[in-house]
């Protein structure tokens, strides 16, 4: 069932789209061959490409990680109730998609707060007929908004998975922290928080170079360790799930991430590099590739 925040009248919704700044969820977007953004984005993307040139890897493979999480979550676990904060625009394989096929009556709540993202947020919604989804219109920052109206939706005297993917590095320690816990506490026992971030401890000079793109137009962007990350984890009471907090691509890697249909060679050779980027195959990562920490922790 759409939310509230879908019955905004268009044009105000367009009022709120800065076009002027690099959004990260847009950025995101290019890296994932998608078209809804806009040039100050693909500028933002292309400079981070430039800086490292492999850099797409951490994004697919981001996002590959949030596939065998939320595979696993409800299929070994159980899980059947999901809270993605920081969704991004609709993109193959949305977290309804990969929980109902296994358990159809699964419920998702989406949250984000860019207007890009809104206008298009209605594809999250398309549901299987016996599960539930819905979207909030809301701010990392505002967790007391985003549990009140998740609730609506899901059923808090159940477990549920929190997932926090590449949201947590465009937020400073000092709210960091805390929002986390705050959300966590929220909580019933048996919820899982579903978790992926950057870090400057795998090959520090790429994402020094890349962090250096973003801070210059105007993002907050912190790397943390490995120990900052387990922070999340060991704060709230999590036990980590095997194999730990670890590089997104061997966090329980399965071979199966999804390889673009390829374009003839004529056409690919005419593309700028970072729309070459939509059709690379990603199985041949290695770990000079990857500059991104993936775990899951369960609240007992």
Avoid at 39 to 45: F, G, Y
Avoid at 279 to 288: F, L, W
Wanted: charged share 25%.
């Amino acid at each position: 069932m759409p939310g509230d925040a879908l019955s905004q009248d268009p044009a105000l919704l367009r009022g709120r789209i800065d076009t002027t700044k690099a959004h990260p969820a847009r950025v995101y977007d290019v890296f994932l061959g998608g078209k809804d953004n806009y040039e100050v984005d693909r500028a933002a993307a292309a400079a981070g490409l430039a800086a490292n040139p492999r850099g797409y890897l951490d994004v697919r493979h981001n996002r590959d990680f949030l596939r065998r999480a939320v595979n696993t979550l409800a299929q070994d676990d159980g899980i059947r109730q999901f809270l993605d904060i920081g969704t991004g625009l609709p993109t193959a394989e949305n977290v309804h998609q990969i929980a109902q096929r296994i358990i159809p009556d699964a419920r998702v709540v989406y949250v984000d707060n860019d207007p890009v993202v809104l206008t298009h947020a209605r594809a999250l919604l398309t549901s299987g007929p016996e599960g539930r989804t819905d979207y909030i219109d809301a701010d990392f920052n505002n967790p007391a908004h985003i549990l009140e109206q998740a609730a609506k939706t899901l059923d808090f005297d159940e477990p549920i998975a929190l997932c926090l993917v590449a949201i947590l590095h465009f937020v400073a320690d000092a709210e960091a922290y805390p929002i986390v816990r705050e959300l966590m506490d929220a909580l019933p026992p048996g919820s899982r928080l579903v978790l992926s971030h950057l870090t400057e401890d795998l090959n520090p000079e790429n994402i020094r170079a890349v962090q250096r793109t973003y801070t210059e137009r105007g993002f907050t962007f912190v790397l943390r360790s490995k120990a900052e990350v387990e922070r999340f984890f060991t704060d709230n009471s999590l036990a980590l799930a095997e194999p730990g907090v670890v590089p997104a691509h061997r966090w329980r890697s399965d071979g199966a991430a999804p390889v673009p249909e390829q374009p003839e060679a004529s056409y690919l050779e005419t593309l700028d590099p970072i729309d070459k980027v939509r059709y690379a195959d990603i199985n041949d990562v290695t770990d000079a590739d990857i500059n991104v920490y993936a775990a899951i922790g369960a609240k007992a």
